[in-house]
């Protein structure tokens, strides 16, 4: 039995968020390509450790690994900027810093999902999906 989400992007990070108060070290959870995009993302900037598609039937799963085995998260707060309700864009100039860089900000791009500093790089603006650290 699967349950919708109005934001399943902010039920990733909710679970996400959960699992690391309970001490967890993977999540599962419905797939969505954006959702796999935004979890790569985390991946890279070093917040994940990985991610895997599951396949089955029905709908497929994403199995997110938080940290290895004995680590600690890396994860202190992750955050969902823009909502359903209300979305918020950026120009490329306007793209917000995280605890003076120590964190990272998420965006969606005309050129895909990518974090703030891609995007200040490639000069695109876009919507703030969402900033962790």
Not at 8 to 22: H, L, S
Not at 42 to 61: F, R
């Amino acid at each position: 039995m699967t349950m919708l989400s109005t934001d399943p992007i902010a039920d990733m990070f909710t679970r996400i968020r959960n699992a690391i108060n309970v001490g967890k070290r993977e999540v599962t959870l419905p797939y969505s390509r954006l959702k796999e995009q935004i979890a790569r993302e985390l991946v890279k900037a070093g917040y994940l450790e990985a991610v895997e598609v599951i396949e089955a039937k029905p709908v497929n799963d994403m199995k997110i690994t938080i940290a290895k085995e004995g680590r600690t998260a890396t994860i202190t707060s992750i955050e969902r900027l823009s909502k359903p309700g209300r979305r918020y864009y950026t120009k490329a100039d306007d793209i917000p810093r995280v605890k003076s860089g120590r964190g990272v900000v998420i965006l969606s791009t005309s050129h895909g999902i990518m974090t703030g500093q891609e995007a200040t790089k490639a000069r695109l603006g876009g919507e703030l999906i969402c900033k962790v650290y």
